[in-house]
């Protein structure tokens, strides 16, 4: 039995089997000089550091860039602690080694539970030991992946550590040639200097430092950083600038070949007879391929050609006859009164699974002075990322190379071998620049699709290209979701009872079985991202009962940016106003009230309001609204002030206010918050997916806008100051925008908007 085939094995036990992994704390992943292949005359000094005869650093990169500026952050922790200049720190692929996995991605994704419920509902010892495990295997696997805004957080400590470690070696190596105390020994820009004279940059030292012992490793102390906590220009701008960046789109290889592909109009289906003939005769069309379902997707039809043109043009003259889903159509409008009668029906007996119990709301409920009552919706959301689904591949003698704008780099090395009839150590895999991810280039669908082609086409390399009807007919869509909320408040209108009973889809069940199998338990374990964002309100409300029902809709289903908390903070914040509203009390200062007990809410909060001048009078026509939620360990506050166009909603400013622990980069952080604020914005007020008769109705742009320059507002970022250590960026952003700007429009017209997207007509 392989070692990896006894840790999968680990998860059917249900509690039988302890076993005593560590948790991969900073030092166990330092790696060895030989993690990183070397060449030109360079030096490993770790698995994250090499130094070049320039003295240079060459620092390992294990997460994707897409946008949030995570090349930049990782390269100047490493810079910090080596004190070089940003400039002189280049990057170089991290390989597929246990020490590049992302813990703290590995973590989130499979703590289910709150974890500081002390009394965690219906959770048995079957599903806290199994979930345990699944912990313990995710680390042990060392998986790859670039999500859950965890990046930062999760090097925090190991890039640091392996920078200051090998800045002790080369400190050391200059303290053995020239006879001189370390203590004595100063290094600046990368140059070790003493001050009688002898000097000598990082690549002069670098042999000798690779067999000098570290010593005593000592990190920065805060005060003393030169680089983190300033807005240092981003790495890649340049690049991305004058065009030298390379998408996984701009992959361009000698006597390459391109595919288009062809799924069924209705989710589910499946090609049946196709006529080829006229596809064949267009010019440029080399083969059809058929594919089957990897990995979540569809079977499908691809056509090769010289060009993405000629693979289009022929993909377009296929004649085939589709096959029905097996389940049946598909219905949004369906699924969406399902959802509402599964949660109207597990809210009135007690059911559902409880991810958060405390007190009896039933008790306080009888003894309350009114009952507070909505139901909240949100729909299917698609990920529409600028640059579309795309994977080069080549198959030659046995070997499988890879260039892909991909965030989970370990499942496509998986799929890619899987297909191909390989080990894993075949196959060479080039993470691209992504054209924005946000969730979707967490699936490995179209890896397996692009290598499937490629074992067709001869040892020539092939891109393969979803269109952009393909990509919105056949995502793994935010799911659809819907929420009754209760309350119970007393005679001053504030809440004795919360309880929260949700319904909709699960995501990470059924990611680790299309995406990789290994990891799929016998136990359908809870998917706490389903209630995120509900089990863990910061308010102090001391009875609640927060419970999802997990159904099955038949539409495929995946991470979307903030997952849960997209909806679920819409669902909560908009609630909370309605408390707010029905205790005939300020929404800042019920919220207030409500959070004495925690200090950093408060202080997001207040920083928000004030730089918004939440009390300060508007120019008629125009109101406000505020939202706070925590998610990705990061506190953000959002005051959206808005106003009505010709029967629309328009935002004209944000103000958004963060606590995201110690700040690597503001600029950085403020690009990101601002991204997502556009993101949700564009979800608020458009996003949707209809399907009808198992076809998603929307198919690009025109039918599924974005937010346009010219309709988009100003925005403020401010930043707490914290020694907190980094908590998530990417995604925080992006829940509080949907109910503050639902907020705002409630104090301009009166009218309380309880479903996605945001609509007046």
């Known amino acids: 039995m392989t070692r990896r085939r006894f840790l999968a094995s680990a998860l059917g036990v249900g509690g039988a089997l302890m076993l005593g992994w560590g948790v991969l704390p900073p030092r166990s992943r330092q790696g060895r ?14 698995g994250w550091i090499q130094i070049a005869t320039d003295g240079s650093v060459l620092l390992a990169m294990n997460r994707s860039e897409m946008g949030q500026g995570v090349h930049t952050a990782l390269a100047m922790l490493a810079a910090e602690e080596l004190d070089v200049p940003l400039a002189r720190v280049h990057l170089v692929p991290a390989g597929p080694e246990t020490i590049y996995g992302n813990v703290s991605a590995a973590v989130d994704a499979t703590l289910f539970f709150h974890p500081r419920d002390s009394e965690p509902g219906n959770e048995t010892q079957t599903l806290r030991t199994t979930r345990w495990i699944l912990s313990k295997v995710v680390r042990e696997l060392g998986i790859n992946m670039t999500g859950v805004s965890s990046s930062v957080a999760d090097a925090w400590e190991v890039l640091p550590l392996a920078a200051a470690t090998a800045r002790a070696q080369l400190l050391g ?16 820009d990368g140059v070790v200097s003493h001050p009688s004279g002898p000097q000598a940059h990082y690549g002069e030292l670098a042999q000798r430092a690779a067999t000098t012992p570290a010593g005593e490793v000592r990190l920065k102390d805060r005060k003393d950083w030169t680089l983190v906590g300033t807005p240092a220009p981003r790495i890649d701008l340049a690049a991305k600038v004058d065009g030298r960046a390379r998408f996984g789109i701009d992959t361009r290889l000698p006597d390459m070949l391109y595919a288009v592909i062809r799924h069924c109009p209705m989710l589910g289906g499946s090609p049946g007879r196709v006529r080829v003939d006229a596809a064949m ?27 993405s043109w000629h693979a289009k043009q022929g993909a377009d003259a296929l004649e085939i006859e ?74 030659k003698d046995n070997q ?72 919105m007919t056949h995502d793994f869509y935010r ?25 909709g889809d699960a995501i990470v069940p059924r990611y680790y079985e299309r995406c990789y199998p290994l990891l799929a338990t016998p136990v359908d374990l809870p998917d706490r991202t389903a209630a995120e964002g509900l089990f863990d309100l910061p308010y102090a409300i001391e009875n609640q009962r927060i419970a999802h029902v997990a159904t099955r809709s038949g539409v495929p289903v995946g991470f979307w940016r903030s997952v849960g908390h997209s909806q679920n903070a819409f669902f909560s914040e908009s609630f909370i106003d309605e408390l707010a509203h029905a205790a005939k009390q300020d929404p800042l200062a019920y919220r207030l009230a409500l959070l004495k007990d925690m200090p950093r809410h408060r202080a997001v909060l207040t920083l928000a309001a004030d730089k918004a001048g939440w009390k300060a009078p508007l120019a008629a026509g125009r109101a406000r609204g505020i939202a706070l939620h925590e998610s990705f360990g990061s506190i953000v506050a959002e005051v959206v002030e808005a106003s009505v166009v010709d029967g629309k909603p328009k935002v004209h400013r944000v103000v958004c206010a963060a606590d995201v622990g110690t700040v690597v980069n503001p600029a950085i952080v403020a690009q990101q918050m601002e991204s997502a604020v556009i993101f949700a ?55 509080p925008l949907a109910p ?15 479903a996605l997207p945001l609509s007046l007509a």
């Not at 060449?39 to 770790?46: A, M, P, Y």
């Not at 190596?173 to 600046?188: D, K, Y």
């Not at 503050?740 to 309880?754: E, I, K, S, V």
């Open 33 to 46: 000089r030989d993690t990183l292949p070397v060449s030109d005359g360079e030096v490993g000094l770790n």
């Open 173 to 188: 190596a200059a303290s053995l040639q020239w006879r001189l105390p370390v203590a004595e020994l100063s290094v600046r």
């Open 281 to 307: 005769q267009r010019p440029g069309v080399e083969r059809v391929v058929h594919l089957g379902p990897y990995a979540g997707s569809a079977a499908a039809v691809a056509v090769v050609g010289r060009s």
């Open 322 to 395: 589709w096959q029905a889903a097996p389940a049946g159509a598909a219905d949004s409008r369906a699924i969406d009164q399902a959802l509402e009668r599964a949660a109207r029906d597990a809210a009135q007996r007690d059911g559902g699974f409880v991810f958060h119990s405390r007190g009896d709301v039933h008790a306080a409920a009888r003894s309350a002075a009114r009952h507070v009552e909505a139901t909240y919706r949100a729909p299917y959301l698609a990920h529409a990322t600028m640059e579309p689904i795309n994977c080069t591949a080549r198959v």
């Open 400 to 471: 499988v190379e890879l260039w892909v704008p991909t965030q989970v780099p370990s499942f496509a090395r998986a799929l890619a071998a899987q297909v191909a009839g390989v080990p894993e150590s075949a196959v060479t895999l080039h993470v691209t620049y992504l054209g924005g991810g946000f969730g979707r280039r967490l699936e490995v669908d179209f890896v397996g699709q692009a290598v499937r082609i490629a074992l067709e086409t001869g040892g020539r390399p092939v891109q393969l290209l979803w269109p952009r009807e393909e990509d």
């Open 479 to 503: 799911p659809a979701s819907v929420a009754l909320l209760r309350a119970s408040i007393d005679a001053q209108g504030l809440p004795l009872a919360l309880a929260i009973t949700s319904a």
């Open 681 to 735: 914005l564009s979800a608020a007020l458009y996003g949707r997916i209809d399907i009808v008769g198992g076809v998603v109705q929307q198919s690009n742009f025109p039918d599924y806008p974005l937010i346009r320059l010219a309709d988009s507002p100003a925005i403020e970022t401010h930043l707490v100051p914290s020694t907190r250590a980094p908590s998530g960026v990417g995604e925080p952003g992006t829940p």
């Open 740 to 754: 503050a700007l639902a907020n705002a429009l409630f104090a301009l017209t009166g009218r309380r908007l309880r």
